[in-house]
């Protein structure tokens, strides 16, 4: 990553960064930012990308949506409702989703995002209420009266997307984009193969990179690269306001939990990194591939194998395989692009100076 770049940079200077980076900030929605939908499994990560995005006037949050991931619904959807309430956004509506997989028994992340997803830190119960209808009836409700006009970015595991388009399959063509963090082509950071969020619900993953809805995949291949450092910490301390003070908090609770591998290191910020290609594509660049989940494999469940062009090969067929499921090869068609390249400096300027900004 770019950290040695900007320990000897800006971010040595945390007021520094504040006054070079004044950020684009709406406190209300715009009506000429993209309509986004955030489903999301709060989780440390998680919460800086909510954080980011509704600090971000280039993205018109109209919804969140709770799933069960890094922890328990019975946590992330209360910590969504925290974080909505922090930025000062009530009239964003936060629903209640999936409490766990398609198929399998959930699986959580508590011992990287702490029991309660905040690494422990402890905020005041949110006023806001969730609304009564569910993540997936809210999901196909938005998408139908913003048609080819919403992108719904998935930062959790991807119960809730699943769920929807098996519910309204019609939906399907009304999706502008899909951004995810998710997957990764260069080995996995929760088994040898897969990454976290398509491990939890690799059925769910495979549904929606099979829906022909445009995937934009921010997996671990990028997100290795944007390490949050104690220098990080100090910048989003020099902040004012609620927002900064409490990203903050969870910075520096999140790398003491880290401090016994590593003094300096923290977390990788996965999810705000999914979040930053909205607001500015020359963070990451992308490249086609054909992606497949895997969700047969013992030891393979929820990886994300990617084919950059033909032939496109699956196993060898068995002896016993009749004529039909002899073949191994079939057709090749890009359906995502997958991120490869990152400017961790660019990224760390964007989420800091907007995290940090004074305002409602």
Same mark, same amino acid.
């Given at each position: 990553?770019?950290?040695?770049?900007?320990?000897?940079?800006?971010?040595?200077?945390?007021?520094?960064?504040?006054?070079?980076?004044?950020?684009?900030?709406?406190?209300?929605?715009?009506?000429?930012?993209?309509?986004?939908?955030?489903? &999301?499994?709060?989780?440390?990560?998680?919460?800086?990308?909510?954080?980011?995005?509704? %600090?971000?006037?280039?993205?018109?949050?109209?919804?969140?949506?709770?799933? !069960?991931?890094?922890?328990?619904?019975?946590?992330?959807?209360?910590?969504?409702?925290?974080?909505?309430?922090? !930025?000062?956004?009530?009239?964003?509506?936060?629903?209640?989703?999936?409490?766990?997989?398609?198929?399998?028994?959930?699986?959580?992340?508590?011992?990287?995002?702490?029991?309660?997803?905040?690494?422990?830190?402890?905020?005041?119960? !949110? %006023?806001?209420?969730?609304?009564?209808?569910?993540?997936?009836?809210?999901?196909? %409700?938005?998408?139908?009266?913003?048609?080819?006009?919403?992108?719904?970015?998935?930062?959790?595991?991807?119960?809730?997307?699943?769920? !929807?388009?098996?519910?309204?399959?019609? /939906?399907?063509?009304?999706?502008?984009?899909?951004?995810?963090?998710?997957?990764?082509?260069?080995?996995?950071?929760v088994t040898p193969a897969a990454e976290f969020n398509f491990?939890?619900?690799?059925?769910?993953?495979?549904?929606?990179?099979?829906?022909?809805?445009? /995937?934009?995949?921010?997996?671990?291949?990028? +997100?290795?690269?944007?390490?949050? &450092?104690?220098?990080?910490?100090?910048?989003?301390?020099?902040?004012?306001?609620?927002?900064? @003070?409490?990203?903050?908090?969870?910075? @520096?609770?999140?790398?003491?939990?880290?401090?016994?591998?590593?003094?300096?290191?923290?977390?990788?910020?996965?999810?705000?990194?999914?979040?930053?290609?909205?607001?500015?594509?020359?963070?990451?660049?992308?490249?086609?591939?054909?992606?497949?989940?895997? &969700?047969?494999?013992?030891?393979?469940?929820?990886?994300?194998?990617?084919?950059?062009?033909?032939?496109?090969?699956?196993?060898?067929?068995?002896? /016993?395989?009749?004529?039909?499921?002899?073949?191994?090869?079939f057709p090749f068609r890009a359906n995502a692009k997958v991120?490869?390249?990152?400017?961790? @400096?660019?990224?760390?300027e964007l989420l800091i100076s907007r995290l940090t900004t +004074?305002?409602?």
């Amino acid at each position: 990553m770019s950290g040695g770049v900007l320990a000897s940079g800006i971010l040595s200077h945390p007021q520094s960064l504040l006054a070079r980076h004044s950020p684009i900030f709406s406190a209300g929605p715009n009506g000429g930012s993209q309509k986004v939908i955030l489903d &999301t499994d709060p989780g440390v990560d998680d919460a800086f990308a909510l954080l980011l995005a509704m %600090r971000s006037s280039e993205l018109n949050v109209v919804a969140v949506t709770a799933v !069960a991931g890094n922890v328990p619904l019975s946590v992330t959807l209360p910590n969504a409702l925290r974080l909505v309430e922090m !930025a000062d956004r009530p009239e964003i509506p936060v629903a209640g989703g999936a409490s766990s997989p398609l198929i399998r028994k959930l699986v959580t992340a508590a011992y990287a995002h702490g029991n309660n997803g905040l690494a422990g830190v402890e905020f005041p119960p !949110a %006023r806001l209420q969730p609304v009564k209808e569910p993540a997936s009836d809210l999901i196909c %409700r938005l998408v139908r009266e913003n048609a080819k006009n919403i992108c719904i970015v998935g930062i959790g595991p991807l119960t809730n997307i699943a769920l !929807a388009l098996r519910q309204d399959p019609e /939906i399907v063509s009304m999706v502008s984009s899909i951004v995810l963090m998710g997957g990764s082509l260069s080995g996995g950071n929760v088994t040898p193969a897969a990454e976290f969020n398509f491990y939890v619900d690799p059925e769910a993953a495979s549904i929606v990179f099979g829906s022909g809805i445009p /995937i934009r995949m921010v997996g671990l291949d990028v +997100t290795r690269r944007v390490q949050l &450092t104690e220098r990080h910490v100090q910048a989003l301390q020099a902040g004012k306001g609620r927002v900064s @003070e409490a990203a903050a908090r969870i910075a @520096e609770a999140v790398m003491k939990m880290h401090r016994g591998a590593d003094s300096e290191r923290g977390p990788n910020l996965h999810d705000p990194l999914a979040v930053s290609s909205l607001i500015r594509p020359d963070i990451l660049t992308f490249e086609d591939y054909q992606v497949e989940i895997e &969700t047969m494999g013992s030891i393979t469940a929820g990886e994300s194998v990617g084919w950059k062009h033909a032939p496109a090969r699956h196993a060898a067929p068995m002896e /016993i395989a009749s004529a039909a499921e002899s073949a191994s090869d079939f057709p090749f068609r890009a359906n995502a692009k997958v991120a490869t390249g990152v400017d961790s @400096e660019k990224f760390f300027e964007l989420l800091i100076s907007r995290l940090t900004t +004074t305002g409602k």
